[in-house]
Each structure stands twice: as C-alpha cells, then as structure tokens.
C-alpha cells in the first residue's frame, strides 16, 4: 500500500490563497452540512428560549493544526417555556442515529462558519495549507431561532502534525488478470505478474527558520524539482522529507474456472494468483540547511527508501458444478449437480523491495532562496557565521628566518 505523504500548496498558490477567506460569508446560509440522521427524534427548540450557546470541541484545547479535522458540539443553555425549569442541550453527534438524536438538538438549528476551515456536520475541517491561517482558526455557531445568541471559537495554529512533505514514486501496475475457463469444467488461467513500481522523485529541499505572526520560531521548507511545495513545522517535532520509491504492482486475479459438463461435471478450479511486482527504487534529495540555524541538522529528516514489494494477486473462483440430471423416477430423490471446482491459490507477495536512493545534506547562506515569502512570514535577522581562518603556523625558538 502506498504511504499517504502530505504535501501542501505552491507557495504562489498558497499566497493568492490568503485573500479568499470570507468569515462570515455563511453565517445565515450554512445549514452545517446537511441534516442529521433521524433529526425528527431532535428537541423541539419552539418550546425552549436559548439563553446562551458554547463550543465544545474534541480532543483539542486553544490550538488547532492545519489538516488535522475535529468534532465540536454545541452545547446551550436554555429554559422550557412552558414550567421555566432550566435545561442543559447538547447537539447530537454528525452520523447519528435516530435514537442516538433523541432528546438532543439538531445540528440545522445553528448557522455555521469558519475561519482558515470549514465546518461539515459537526467537523470543523482547517486547510491543509499552514499559510492560510498564520493568525489562527475561528470556527463560529449562531442559534437561528435567536442570533443574538451566538459564539467564537479561537485556535491559535501550531504545526505539529505537518511531519512529512515530498512524495513516493507511483506503485507499479497490476498484474493482468488470467483467462477465464470456457470449455466445460476448464480451469482458469494463471494472473500475471505485478509491475515494478516507479523511481522516487528528484527533489531540492532549502530549509531554514522563520517568524510568523503567532510563532517566532518555526520551521520553512521549500521543495523544486519533481515537486514544487513548501510548508511550514514545529522545530521540536521535525521533519522527514520524502522521495521514496513506489511500492510493486499487486499480481493479476486468477481466472475463473468454467462450470462443469452437463450432467454433474465438477466444475473447474480457479487460477492462482499472479506473484506481486517489486518495489521501485529510491529518489534523489539534494537538502540545503540555512547556515544560521544548527538545530534543522536534527529537525530534517531524509526518507529515499526504497518501495516495498506488491502483494500478491487473488486467486480466481472455481466454476460451479454441473448440472443435476433428471430424477430416475417419479419417487426417486434428486441426483445431486457435479461438484464445484477449487478456488485458486492467491499468488505469492512480492519479495523485492527497491534499492535505496541517494542524498546529500549541505549548509548554506539561503536569504537569496527565501527573499520572496508568502505573506505574513518573515525572514529571521541571525548573521551568518564568519568564516575562520586557519591558525598561522608559530615559528620555533631561537630560529632566525635564512637570508636569501
């Protein structure tokens, strides 16, 4: 299976980005993703006056990272109309069922809109990009019924999650499948073998160290090449930058076996599998780290990994049996139909993985490579190191230089 490696935007991409943003453009349309399952079985609102409305939102406390989905629940303070008691509601979860709904508010009753994300029944969903968001994610609910009554949720961003960028070479083909059994009780073809999987990229890696609006120090790549990208991560998580090879094509089904001979011919055996493909070899990574910051030497992290070896291919079905032929006789029982063929054996797993790539880390005055940021990142003001002369060599006591 092929390694999913997140990558983000182009950075030119990413800047005409950052002016698309409209926070409230969905306030009053948004219906929050559609319609919970079996929200007739919801609270009926009419017979509540909402008195105020939270934001819980899962696993997560004043911080939020770019891609990373999370659940949130709207939580209101409300009092029955009819007897004045005071009730604590809860939305229900985004697939719930008709029970699970039951007794809690549905999700349509709030009017939904994001900052930097989206929100989708129930989830709040932040770009994938770290640069649409420097200044954070605010995800907003507002009653319907009553929109005075509504609520912000802020999340700083942090980068934590933002732990790989680059790309795998693509998995090889697949084996072709056998051929299928057509006289009666023949056995399936054999599936042929997977394809190699391909060479990892060829890619050029800058890395340095930046300030954004709500983090002095962060980490930036930039990626040419075969990939053009760039990202920003968290300094103390790092980084791997990926050019691995793909991974080998899955080998070919098996062919079905044929049905058996009229009357009670045993079916044909399914054909094996066709043997996995081998993985690709690995890319080629030319890593350049801003001389400035020591700390990337352990922050950045190479992957040119060879791909793995591809399963193999399914084995075909058998055929089933023949038909019964008719009873001997009124009272006789019912002669049986001809046994069904085996199924064939799934072919073999790849054995071969790729051979690894190469790369070469380097260090570097990098200022030309990021003169040009997306907006809201800046360069840090570090110098860069002097070079050091080497010592002159002293001269020995008592000993006076020869006289040409």
């Known amino acids: 299976m092929n390694r999913h490696i997140i990558t983000t935007a182009l950075v030119s991409s990413i800047v005409s980005s950052l002016s698309g943003c409209n926070f409230l453009s969905n306030l009053t349309g948004s219906l929050g993703g559609g319609r919970i399952e079996g929200a007739a079985f919801a609270v009926d609102m009419e017979k509540y006056d909402v008195e105020s409305i939270a934001l819980q939102v ?25 007897s004045g ?48 968001a420097l200044l954070g994610y605010d995800l907003r609910a507002t009653y319907r019924g009553d929109t005075t009554k509504s609520v912000t949720r802020h999340f700083d961003p942090v980068y934590s999650c933002v732990q790989q960028i680059g790309m795998h070479g693509g998995a090889g083909p697949e084996g072709q499948g056998g051929a299928h059994a057509d006289a009666p009780g023949g ?10 999987g391909a060479p990892g990229p060829r890619l050029v890696a800058h890395v340095t160290v930046v300030r954004t609006p709500k983090h002095d120090r962060v980490g930036m790549v ?33 062919g079905d076996g044929a049905q058996g001979s009229d009357p009670q011919g045993a079916g044909g055996g399914g054909g094996p599998g066709g043997p996995g493909g081998s993985g690709g070899p690995g890319g080629e990574i030319v890593v350049f780290l801003d001389d400035r910051f020591p700390e ?7 992957d040119v990994g060879g791909g793995a070896p591809g399963y193999g291919g399914n084995g075909g079905n058998g055929g089933a049996g023949g038909p019964a032929p008719e009873r001997a006789c009124d ?40 003169a040009s940021m997306p907006r809201g ?23 006076k230089p020869k006289r040409r």
């Open 58 to 82: 899962a696993e997560h406390g004043d911080t939020m990272c770019p891609g990373e989905s999370a659940n949130f629940t709207i939580v209101a303070q409300a009092k029955k109309k009819k």
């Open 85 to 132: 008691a005071r009730v604590e509601l809860h939305t229900a979860g985004a697939w719930a069922s008709a029970a699970e709904v039951r007794g809690k508010m549905d999700l349509t009753e709030f009017a939904m809109s994001g900052k930097g994300g989206v929100p989708d029944r129930g989830t709040f969903r932040p770009d994938s990009s770290p640069f649409v």
């Open 187 to 196: 056995y399936g073809g054999a599936g042929g073998p997977g394809g190699m």
């Open 222 to 254: 930039k990626l040419s090449g075969d990939l053009e990208a760039a990202t920003l991560f968290d300094l103390a998580t790092g980084i791997t930058i990926t050019a691995a090879g793909g991974t080998g094509g899955m080998g070919g089904p098996g």
């Open 296 to 302: 990337l030497a352990t922050a950045v992290r190479v």
């Open 331 to 370: 009272d006789c029982e019912d002669p049986p139909p001809g046994a069904d063929g085996p199924g064939g054996p799934a072919g073999p797993d790849g054995t071969t993985a790729g051979a690894p790539g190469r790369y070469d880390v380097r260090t570097g005055d990098l200022d030309g490579v990021f």
């Open 377 to 399: 990142v800046q360069m840090r003001s570090e110098p860069h190191p002097q070079p050091v002369a080497p010592p002159t060599p002293a001269r020995g006591p008592g000993r």
